[in-house]
């Protein structure tokens, strides 16, 4: 089956406790350790998960406070084990330019000049790892993470660096290009990993090679 267009609804999300769901903890004697929120009980006394009772965990951590995974210490990373990013556009493209008040930044440090692809939580019954979508304001992503919440093939949660950039973007519905695994061309081609990730990111290449 061919790259294919299909409307998704896409909300955002950051790496705060809010969007992800942890709290900071700290240790406690036994299977325990005193949580710290900003609710109307800020400090809890909770119950590690199984199997990190007598783990290496710092005293001060961030702990799971919902899913499968509560109580487990949370170390920030998507489901494939890689800290989630923020998409970042080629320095030329429509969406870097409407970005303007970055390319300073960008201009300043040359590392930042390369496009990254954002990262994506999506059900990957539906959308497996290495999925690539191309959002509609928001630039080019992958699928590196899923979530209890995220069902269905008309779902995805788009990767913010900050909660107020995630709350500006908010949850819009749109026409995503969807790209599987193995269904671009440039899959197929025999070049250097970087390479093919900088080629993947260049927008105006996406019509002769997808």
């Not at 949580?35 to 799971?64: D, E, Q």
């Not at 084990?81 to 960008?106: D, E, N, T």
Request: aromatic content about 14%.
């Amino acid at each position: 089956m061919p790259p294919y267009k299909t409307e998704i609804e896409c909300t955002a999300y950051c790496s705060c406790g809010y969007c992800c769901s942890w709290e900071w903890g700290v240790k406690m004697p036994g299977p325990f350790y005193l949580g710290l929120s900003p609710t109307w009980l800020p400090i809890r006394l909770r119950n590690r998960r199984k199997g990190y009772v007598n783990a290496a965990v710092p005293i001060l951590s961030r702990y799971w406070t919902s899913t499968s995974l509560i109580g487990s210490p949370y170390f920030g990373l998507t489901s494939i084990g890689k800290f989630p990013a923020q998409v970042r556009p080629p320095i030329f493209s429509k969406l870097s330019l409407m970005q303007y008040q970055k390319l300073p930044g960008r201009l300043l440090l040359p590392w930042r000049l390369l496009p990254v692809y954002g990262s994506i939580a999506a059900d990957t019954n539906y959308y497996p790892f290495g999925t690539r979508m191309f959002v509609p304001g928001y630039g080019w992503g992958e699928v590196e993470d899923r979530g209890s919440a995220i069902k269905g093939p008309s779902r995805i949660d788009l990767y913010h660096r900050s909660h107020k950039e995630a709350l500006k973007w908010g949850r819009r519905k749109l026409q995503v290009l969807v790209v599987l695994p193995g269904q671009s061309f440039l899959d197929l081609l025999r070049v250097p990993k970087p390479l093919k990730s900088f080629l993947k990111t260049l927008n105006f290449l996406r019509s002769i090679l997808f």
